[in-house]
């Protein structure tokens, strides 16, 4: 089983300032096949990156991912009201599906 | 493309209870399905997957042998029947598609499973 930890536990930023999260695998991620999520409370999770770099269906160009193998990175580089929510990488590439912990990106 | 999922309730340890995820808005039968499991206040934990023509389905080592996960392409709808239901089930089950790619893209709402006696 591939173990995703994600790092920090909670960033506390303020509106405009640049989010960067880490997401480390235990071992390499087969193909990259690496996605993040956002939630927030109450709400299913939204999908934002996959293949470790590709933006989803209608996410703006302010949020990225990067990385290979075990260490990825999302990044928001100008907060946005409605970036603080909690997010979650996963590994897509390998039975079972794994999740990280989270990050909390919370409003200073 | 929406997912709705129901059959969520309040069950004794030990019990029994089958979810269902409703698609529409989508081709169904064209996508492996996910459920994806949230403990009140913690993180996700993915729980099960069923390939397109249900023939291929995989488990969490935690479910093994107690939850089974099962499609109805016709009615197209996804089911999770869980058995010998324990507390640490307790969580919000989510049913999810599985883009081409097997990220999963489009997420239901949600339906609530409380195990307690």
Redesign the interface.
């Not at chain 1, 709400?43 to 999908?47: I, S, W």
């Not at chain 1, 039975?95 to 989270?102: I, L």
């Given at each position: 089983e591939t173990v995703l930890t994600q790092s920090p536990g909670t960033l506390s930023l303020s509106p405009g300032e640049r989010a960067t999260l880490s997401c480390r695998a235990s071992q390499s991620v087969t193909s990259n096949?690496l996605?993040w999520?956002q939630?927030k409370p109450g709400?299913?999770?939204?999908?934002l990156i996959?293949?470790a770099s590709t933006r989803?269906t209608g996410i703006p160009d302010r949020v990225s991912g990067s990385g290979s193998g075990t260490d990825f990175t999302l990044t928001i580089s100008r907060l946005e009201p409605e970036d603080f929510a909690v997010y979650?990488c996963?590994q897509?590439g390998t039975?079972?599906?794994?999740?990280?912990?989270?990050t909390t990106v919370e409003n200073k | 493309e929406q997912l709705v999922e129901s059959g969520g309730g309040l069950v004794k340890p030990g019990g029994s209870l089958r979810l269902s995820c409703a698609a529409s808005g989508f081709s169904f039968s064209s996508y492996w399905m996910t459920w994806v499991r949230q403990a009140p206040g913690k993180g996700l934990e993915w729980v099960a997957n069923v390939k397109q023509d249900g023939t291929d389905k995989y488990y969490v080592d935690s479910v093994k042998g107690r939850f089974t996960i099962s499609r109805d392409n016709a009615k197209n709808s996804l089911y999770l029947q869980m058995n010998s239901l324990r507390v640490e089930d307790t969580a919000v089950y989510y049913c999810a598609r599985e883009a081409r790619l097997r990220y999963s893209d489009v997420w239901g709402q949600g339906t609530t499973v409380t195990v307690s006696s």
């Open positions: 096949y996605a999520y939630q709400q299913a999770p939204r999908l996959y293949g989803a979650y996963q897509y039975t079972p599906r794994t999740f990280g912990q989270g | -």
